[in-house]
């Protein structure tokens, strides 16, 4: 079946510095992504869909210089968390749909990354 | 705006017990609905998902839920529980006139007792 990878599973930065989370659909070509968040004992909350070959789309809320995202290819998703600050530790998630399913058919998530910022 | 409620937020119950785990949304038109399972230390993974058709839907692992239309709500059930069901369990709603974003309720943690 589909299958969304997520790299790395988790990373530990010092504050200030940059971290970069990719997505990749591993036998599916994507052309959107979704990127979530979740706090700890909270729900996932929507980030942004990545849209290949465009910008993405950013929630409410979400500061687009700060968590850049580049979709390049219809298989790679990047998220990077720039000048990362120990309020942005959080489990990132991405995700995606099969083309090959209905618009609306449920998502494949990836294992999502665990940040911490020092 | 579209919105997910899950009314309890911890469930702690015994083996061999019934589980029912509410979920309401706030959405007009026609919705997809969805009960994703995170086991601790594990990805989400997809337990059941509402398209149309019968309301009463079966799932993985002897899970079913029945979609109220009426009554907004999407309850997810279990007739007797295991303690390998122990994990966080997500209600989520999908609208095409939202652009197929999918939202998440705020998540029901769930203990079960050996």
């Known amino acids: 079946g589909a299958v969304v990878s997520q790299h790395p599973s988790w990373v530990i930065c010092k504050s200030g510095t940059s971290v970069k989370i990719e997505c990749r659909s591993l036998d599916f070509q994507a052309t959107t992504m979704f990127w979530y968040r979740q706090f700890p004992k909270q729900s996932l909350m929507l980030m942004a869909t990545s849209n290949e070959g465009s910008k993405a789309t950013y929630e409410q809320g979400v500061e687009k210089d700060k968590f850049l995202i580049n979709h390049a290819s219809l298989t790679l998703s990047t998220l990077t968390v720039t000048s990362a600050h120990p309020e942005d530790s959080s489990f990132y998630i991405c995700s995606a749909r099969d083309p090959r399913d209905r618009s609306n058919s449920p998502l494949h998530f990836g294992n999502g990354t665990r940040l911490t910022v020092t | 705006a579209q919105s997910v409620s899950q009314h309890n937020h911890h469930v702690i119950l015994s083996e061999a017990a019934s589980l029912e785990l509410g979920c309401n949304y706030s959405y007009g038109g026609t919705v997809n609905l969805f009960w994703y399972v995170q086991y601790p230390g594990q990805h989400l993974q997809l337990l059941l998902k509402y398209f149309s058709g019968d309301p009463l839907v079966k799932g993985i692992k002897g899970f079913e839920a029945e979609f109220i239309k009426s009554k907004f709500s999407f309850n997810l059930r279990k007739p007797s529980v295991q303690w390998s069901d122990t994990a966080e369990y997500f209600c989520?709603?999908?609208?095409?006139?939202?652009?197929?974003?999918?939202?998440f309720g705020g998540g029901t943690r769930v203990l079960v007792k050996p």
């Open positions: 989520a709603v999908n609208a095409e006139a939202a652009g197929n974003k999918l939202t």
